[in-house]
Structures are given as structure tokens and as C-alpha cells.
């Protein structure tokens, strides 16, 4: 793969929540633990800095309630963070059982994505999948 400017990196991920106090409160647990810190709260979106790219969480609009693809509503296949270490994926998989978060699939190596590639999937408060993983390959190239 070649090397790509910063100008071609995922600038911001934009959620939408349907109980923005459920939903941040969720996200500052996982995000934490993957180097993210809460830097923006209102009662329209609260926002994430740390890694690449920016996390932003809106409140859903209720006006789009019946549109689940209109602006403000969930919904995407997946998001992937980047954990700095296995010990980071298993801490996130613990977070998620002691806060009862529906796992999706437990801490795993998924070789066929690359070499001790390791990961846990879940969901946050509103469905959406989100998966935490440790990637040596990615480690190595920094």
C-alpha cells in the first residue's frame, strides 16, 4: 500500500445518539482507554480529541425520527479504534462486561486480517457496531 498524505486521513466521525448523556457517558469509557479525552460538551453534541480523527456525538434529532439515513440519525456498518496494546483491547472487553454493553465478539485474533491482529466488537447504547483493535503491523510501521 502506498504512503498517503494526511490530506487523504479520516478527518471526524459523526454519531448520533438517541440519549446524549447515555451515549457520552458510554463513549468517554471506551475512548479513554484508546487516548481520547472529551474536549467539547453541550446539550447539542459533546466531541473527543486524541488519535485521528476527531469523535463527535450529536444529539438525534427528533424531527428525522422516521429517516433513518437523514442527517442526525444512526447508522454505518462499523468504526475501528486503534488500541495501543492487547492489554488496551482487554480492558475495553472488561469495561463492556461490567457495564453490562452487548458484545458482539469477545477478545480474538483475527489473522486473516494480519499478523496478531486482535480485537473485540460491541455495540454502544443505540446499536451501533464498534470494534476496539490491536494491530502489530500498524505498530511497526509508525
Given at each position: 500500500m502506498e504512503n498517503r498524505s494526511r490530506a487523504s486521513a479520516l478527518h471526524h466521525l459523526a454519531i448520533s445518539g438517541s440519549d446524549l448523556g447515555?451515549?457520552?457517558?458510554f463513549y468517554d469509557a471506551v475512548l479513554?482507554?484508546?487516548g481520547y479525552?472529551?474536549?467539547v460538551t453541550s446539550e447539542r453534541?459533546?466531541?473527543w480529541t486524541g488519535p485521528d480523527p476527531e469523535i463527535l456525538l450529536y444529539r438525534t434529532l427528533e424531527e428525522?425520527?422516521?429517516d433513518r439515513h437523514a442527517t442526525g440519525q444512526a447508522g454505518w456498518h462499523h468504526a475501528a479504534f486503534l488500541a495501543g496494546s492487547r492489554d488496551d483491547v482487554?480492558?475495553?472487553?472488561r469495561l463492556l462486561v461490567d457495564s453490562d454493553s452487548t458484545i458482539l465478539d469477545a477478545?480474538?485474533?483475527y489473522p486473516r486480517y494480519s499478523d496478531g491482529y486482535y480485537a473485540v466488537y460491541f455495540e454502544d447504547p443505540d446499536g451501533l457496531k464498534l470494534e476496539v483493535a490491536f494491530i502489530p503491523a500498524h505498530h511497526e510501521q509508525a
Open positions: 447515555v451515549s457520552a457517558a479513554a482507554i484508546v479525552t472529551r474536549t453534541v459533546c466531541a428525522n425520527a422516521d482487554d480492558a475495553v472487553h477478545p480474538a485474533e
